[in-house]
């Protein structure tokens, strides 16, 4: 019988959020609901599998690791692409790689529950409460305040919106960002990101991560930022020099940060950020509704029937 692993289901819902009886009908389901780090354990693991279902990038799957999978013949992500995959190393070995589609907002969304958390100090005052304390801290407004995007896309474009509903200055910048696309949103363009960091009150980043934008906000680029200013990254870690970020949030340099995404994920449970008190600290959570998860699983059967029929659905090509 066909071997199938679900890999890093950490609320344990795969299951229960598709119909997965078609499939179990043909294949053996196994799930995994924790990430493993050590290649030769990951190995271990995922040999014995025809099929693996990864969620997004939480498993890395490098040129090394597929070449120590013989079995491995069908890989499926969530979403429709996953830098977290080897796709060239795919298309040599002549492994299947399909995706899902996914739900446009939940990320929008998440990085305006960090920015009030962030602007009204709810997490300390919601500790404090618990703690029988009253009225510890005193808030800042968004009315009036500078709203700095980085990158205008999908996301981006709806963080700007909410952020215009709420009477705040929205400017943009990115690296291909033109003056009719931030006039389309109905936000303001600026020529660079070091005079978008250098007016705004908070900046928060909607990039794609690439050799372009690793390291886009460096030492350098926090320096320029307001002492007040928050920096919100619900994109990729490696987009903001994290031991940079670290030291800036140590120094008090700028007023704190919101932070969804890490270079290292989970987040180690020694990791300085952990420790410090002028941070929003959510696990990678943009994605993760359950509304989400539904799409996502939905799709992971039907491409899973797609490929055991010989019939392969959504299917991601190497570039």
Same mark, same amino acid.
């Given at each position: 019988?066909? *071997? ?34 050590? *290649? ?13 279902? =990864? ?8 040129? =090394? ?22 796709? !060239? ?18 990320? $929008? ?48 474009? *709806? ?20 003056? !009719?696309? =931030? ?5 303001? /363009? ?52 994290? !031991? ?62 797609? /490929?055991?029929? $010989? ?9």
């Amino acid at each position: 019988m066909v *071997q199938i692993a679900v890999l890093d289901d950490y609320q344990n819902v795969a299951l229960e959020l598709a119909d997965w009886g078609p499939v179990q009908q043909r294949a053996q389901i196994t799930v995994f609901r924790d990430t493993i780090a050590d *290649q030769d354990k990951l190995v271990e693991r995922l040999k014995p599998f025809e099929i693996i279902c =990864a969620m997004r990038e939480r498993t890395p799957f490098s040129r =090394a690791l597929l070449g120590r999978l013989p079995n491995l013949k069908c890989l499926v992500t969530t979403g429709m692409r996953n830098a977290a995959i080897d796709m !060239a190393a795919t298309a040599d070995r002549g492994i299947t790689v399909c995706g899902t589609e996914g739900l446009p907002y939940p990320t $929008a969304e998440l990085t305006w529950a960090l920015i009030l958390a962030m602007s009204r100090r709810v997490p300390l005052e919601d500790q404090g409460m618990r703690q029988g304390l009253w009225q510890r801290t005193l808030g800042t407004g968004l009315n009036g305040k500078v709203l700095g995007v980085i990158g205008l896309g999908r996301l981006g474009a *709806q963080v700007a919106k909410v952020g215009l509903a709420f009477g705040m200055k929205v400017i943009a910048w990115s690296q291909n960002l033109t003056q !009719a696309r =931030a006039a389309e949103v109905g936000v303001g /363009y600026v020529s660079s990101k070091e005079t978008l960091l250098t007016l705004s009150d908070i900046v928060t980043i909607h990039l794609v991560l690439s050799d372009r934008t690793r390291g886009l906000v460096g030492k350098a680029e926090l320096a320029l930022m307001k002492p007040t200013a928050y920096l919100i990254n619900t994109s990729r870690g490696p987009i903001v020099d994290e !031991a940079a970020l670290i030291e800036t949030l140590e120094g008090q340099r700028i007023g704190g940060a919101g932070l969804d995404v890490y270079d290292e994920e989970p987040l180690p449970e020694d990791h300085p950020l952990r420790g410090l008190v002028n941070t929003v600290l959510t696990p990678h959570l943009g994605y993760v509704t359950a509304e989400g998860y539904a799409v996502f699983y939905a799709h992971v059967v039907e491409d899973v029937l797609g /490929y055991l029929d $010989a019939k392969p659905v959504r299917v991601i090509k190497a570039k």
